[in-house]
């Protein structure tokens, strides 16, 4: 095969090969269908007649070839036959020949584009001066971020004058002529320098200029894939600094050069409408998708995190403008999803905003994906906890809510859904009763599942959120099945040692009653595991275990069963959860508070009274919860003399409690759990700081 001619390079370097070929295969896949329907007789006739045409084409394609000097045997022809290409081109090209117009078949094209392929984006810059002059002035408010980049690392890019453009385009042409020139020594690769990217910067931020982005994403593209076999690139990295300059340089400047060329529109419900099919977008198109292509393969690449956070924030604001590419925006979720879920916390942050720009999309069938997908993997991480894992877990759980808040009518179909998994679980367990059917609700995936749950209707159905949209939430209706399930799981298996799985579901319930001001009957689970604290069956012996963590537990462990650190530490963990809930809005601002919480009393009392083990520290910690109570049982007596309606009257009750929530921080139950609070969050930190290494005493308070 002869050596490609300098007329052939400019053929290829138009963009218009790929075109034509294009148009010849279609040209072909038309005449045999034509031939199928007219038959063998008639297509073997007009097949020599069409065969004519394209004889004739070929005729005028070697006429245009004819006026170049000392041509080779490699014609226009040979080109438009692909015989040049290899393996991998002919199958992008097949791909692109059978596509519908439709964007997933539009981006298999970028990965075997070389620096010609996009030859047409330089057609549409806009060289005008004053233009980028006025907008690099307005860059500070806009893109405060950027600005202060450009001013912290390329302070000399900020001082241009518009005389300077000029110079700026006669720059580009000479290294379009460098770059043909270099097309004619094939098997050199240029090195990359810090004066190309310095150039590229200039050209990009005085200028906007898209030839400039074009030379920029072909050399980001070589460092995607600088070590991957089988990779034709553009240029060569010698330099680590090198490398981490055209990164961030690709990162930081082209959301700033697509957003003045191809705007999108921010709806005023947040959500985002992708940029209207102007001939500008559709020209740009398959570079935004081959460069974003590249950034989601590189993100498996990157070790340093400052990096790696900056390329999943930049990334996300390319977003809107592969939208429309199911393949691309699968490919992007996947690598969110895995970092979200294996990352640091300020990687997780930052992988979950991406999601959370995607779930900005206007599409509801990228919506369900990603609910789906971010429930999944939540689930996949929560199969072990422990004190190491349980805080990632948590910012898993609390950000996955944040996407199934965007918008309750997708959310609502899928929450139904698991939440009716849920109760399959239960039910079963229930029928079957036997302990392999036990560990299908009693573990920590069924755990975190219901707990995730009451987050998300916690946060959907918030009562002073819905006053601020004015109606109740679609979810509001699921909160019913998901306490029945809840209560049912406790239900089970209620012997002792399943304690600790019965506080973890009291506490997602407690969490789902604050918030929507919902009244759960929670009391006749709590007061029972106080009594059997307080009447145990046989004398708690004394052992130097170390006291056992509730928060990362789901079953006491053998060793601690029967003993008086496990019965004073379950006293503490239960008194705190049931002063949580009687201090709650729906029952302490309850006008029948007195009554509630006579039946709580009189079992304590009596249990106190039964109990032969003495004044120990459950019967110090009950004694005093009991006299909290009692207390704000006649406080709010007190109140209640004043009440001049009866209880038929809804509307005048309802009134009265609204004016009374306000004041039930006052109260001395109220008091008593603040003070609980301080303790125990004080409790938390230290613990954490010893496990950490660092030096601190924990003493008992």
């Known amino acids: 095969m002869g050596k490609a001619t300098k007329a052939t390079k ?37 097949g020599r007649a069409v065969g004519g045409d394209d004889e004739d084409e070929d005729d005028n394609d070697e006429e245009t070839q004819k006026p170049v000097k000392g041509s080779k045997p490699l014609t226009v022809d040979s080109f438009l036959n692909g015989d040049f290409m290899d393996e991998s081109d002919d199958e992008d090209m097949e791909e692109d020949i059978g596509s519908d117009q439709e964007s997933e078949d539009d981006e298999d094209v970028g990965d075997s584009d070389d620096e010609g392929s996009f030859a047409s984006v330089d057609d549409l810059d806009d060289l005008d001066g004053e233009k980028h002059i006025l907008e690099l002035s307005k860059l500070a408010e806009k893109d405060p971020e950027f600005y202060k980049y450009l001013q912290e690392n390329d302070q000399e890019l900020l001082n241009f004058k518009a005389d300077a453009l000029q110079g700026g385009s006669s720059e580009d042409e000479d290294e379009r002529d460098g770059d043909v020139s270099m097309a004619d020594e094939e098997e050199q690769i240029p090195i990359l320098t810090k004066d190309h990217l310095r150039q590229w910067q200039k050209s990009l931020l005085q200028q906007r200029s898209l030839r400039a982005l074009r030379k920029l994403l072909i050399a980001f593209r070589s460092a995607a894939h600088m070590n991957e076999d089988g990779q034709v690139l553009a240029w060569t990295i010698d330099s680590s600094s090198v490398y981490n300059k055209l990164v961030t340089t690709t990162l930081r400047y082209t959301p700033v050069v697509l957003e003045h060329h191809v705007p999108y529109k921010t709806l005023p419900n947040g959500k985002f409408k992708a940029p209207t099919q102007t001939p500008k977008f559709k020209t740009l198109q398959k570079l935004i998708l081959s460069y974003f ?13 400052d990096t790696l956070r900056l390329a999943l924030t930049e990334s996300a604001k390319i977003v809107p403008y592969i939208i429309n590419s199911r393949k691309s925006v699968k490919a992007y979720l996947k690598k969110c999803l895995e970092l979200w879920s294996s990352g640091s916390d300020s990687i997780r942050i930052a992988a979950f905003l991406s999601i959370r720009k995607l779930a900005a999309s206007t599409d509801e069938s990228i919506m369900d994906t990603i609910l789906k997908s971010t429930y999944l993997t939540l689930i996949r991480c929560s199969k072990s906890t422990s004190a190491y894992t349980l805080p990632s877990i948590n910012l898993m759980k609390n950000s996955a809510s944040d996407v199934f808040c965007v918008d309750h009518a997708p959310a609502y179909q899928h929450a139904f859904g698991y939440i009716r998994q849920l109760a399959i679980h239960l039910r079963n367990s229930m029928k079957i009763k036997s302990k392999e059917s036990f560990k299908h609700v009693y573990n920590w995936q069924f755990v975190h599942c219901v707990d995730f749950w009451c987050i998300v209707l916690a946060r959907a159905c918030d009562v002073d959120s819905e006053i601020v949209n004015g109606k109740e939430s679609e979810l509001r209706s699921l909160i019913y099945p998901l306490v029945q399930v809840c209560l049912g799981a406790i239900k089970l298996v209620p012997n002792s040692r399943s304690h600790p799985f019965h506080l973890q579901i009291i506490r997602s319930l407690l969490h789902l009653t604050k918030h929507t001001q919902t009244y759960i009957p929670i009391s006749s689970h709590l007061v029972p595991i106080l009594v059997s604290c307080l009447v145990p069956s046989t004398r708690p012996k004394s052992s130097t275990l170390r006291p056992l963590d509730f928060d990362v537990q789901i079953r006491v462990p053998q060793q601690y069963v029967k003993t008086r650190v496990l019965s004073e530490g379950l006293t503490e963990e239960t008194v705190y959860l049931l002063a949580e809930w009687l201090s709650s809005v729906p029952v302490h601002g309850s006008i029948a508070f007195p009554e509630i919480v006579v039946p709580i009393t009189i079992l304590l009392r009596k249990s106190l009274k039964n109990s032969k083990t003495g004044s120990g520290k459950e019967h110090t910690l009950v004694k005093v919860f009991l006299e909290r109570v009692e207390e704000s049982a006649k406080w709010m007596e007190q109140r209640r003399k004043s009440v001049h309606f009866a209880p038929a009257k809804i509307g005048d009750v309802q009134e009265w409690e609204k004016n009374l929530k306000a004041k039930l921080d006052d109260t001395p139950l109220g008091k008593y759990v603040k003070v609980q609070r301080k303790t125990r969050e004080k409790r938390r930190k230290l613990v954490e700081k010893a496990r950490e290494g660092e030096d601190e005493i924990l003493e008992e308070e």
């Open 10 to 46: 400019k053929f290829v370097a138009s963009g218009q090969l790929k075109k034509t070929i294009q148009a010849r295969h279609k040209k072909q896949q038309i005449t045999k269908k034509i031939q199928r329907r007219r038959g063998n007789k008639d297509s073997k006739g007009k």
């Open 293 to 305: 292509r590249n950034v989601t393969h590189i993100l498996s690449q990157l070790t340093d995190q």
